[in-house]
């Protein structure tokens, strides 16, 4: 059974901390992604990985970085966290060729107070 | 831009036939993908169309017309559990990046 996983399903952190939000997939997937997802915007993709240590920004880059050290893991991370970061965070995995299908963790919830 | 267009809301029936619609805008077009997501869950993916032409598995079935830049996601034998979010999604020409749809929130009543 294929399977994504993302280190926390609720996260609270304060303004300015730095945040690292780890995902980890088991299907030796080539392609993995982070989305944002806020209501009435739908899914939006902030950076994405085509493969180890290889990283491109998607649409919604500011604020954020990523870092694909290893083929199954790839981690967001907020500099500095703000308020507007509060939302829920999607990392998905993909192989690099066939159809689009996207694997997705659970999800991480963070509230940036 | 690059955008994709889908009714934010749809309500039907259990049993009935409900169609969801999508229209994009990119700047490239690989295929039309279509995820479900319940409350509270992860997106789940349903079906992949990169020609055109109808896709059909089980109860789910998907169509794509590249010349309208037009697909919609056709739902039949409506059961409660089809009550969900769905999203439709283009993976662009360089086939890394996919966009996605806000959305549609499918009420399915009984």
């Known amino acids: 059974d294929v399977k994504v996983t993302q280190s926390s399903r609720y996260l609270v952190k304060r303004t300015g901390e730095k945040v690292f939000l780890e995902c980890v997939q088991d299907m030796d997937h080539e392609n993995m992604f982070w989305y944002r997802q806020d209501p009435g915007l739908g899914l939006r993709l902030i950076y994405f990985?085509?493969?180890?240590?290889?990283?491109e920004k998607g649409d919604i880059p500011e604020g954020y970085s990523v870092s694909r050290e290893k083929k199954e893991r790839f981690s967001l991370i907020l500099e500095s966290a703000s308020t507007n970061q509060t939302s829920m965070y999607l990392c998905?995995?993909?192989?690099?060729?066939?159809?689009?299908?996207?694997?997705f963790g659970p999800g991480t919830r963070l509230t940036v107070l | 831009g690059q955008s994709l267009e889908q009714p934010s809301e749809v309500t039907a029936v259990e049993g009935a036939i409900v169609q969801i619609n999508c229209t994009y805008q990119?700047?490239?077009?690989?295929?039309l993908s279509w995820y479900q997501q319940h409350d509270g869950g992860a997106p789940t993916f349903l079906s992949y169309n990169a020609l055109d032409g109808l896709e059909e598995t089980g109860r789910f079935s998907s169509f794509l017309s590249r010349s309208d830049s037009y697909g919609y996601l056709l739902l039949q034998e409506l059961q409660m559990k089809d009550s969900a979010s769905y999203f439709c999604a283009v993976r662009d020409t360089g086939g890394f990046k996919t966009i996605f749809g806000a959305g549609t929130r499918l009420f399915v009543k009984a």
């Open positions: 990119t700047s490239g077009f690989y295929g």
């Open positions: 998905a995995s993909r192989t690099a060729g066939g159809t689009d299908t996207q694997y």
């Open positions: 990985s085509y493969d180890v240590k290889m990283k």
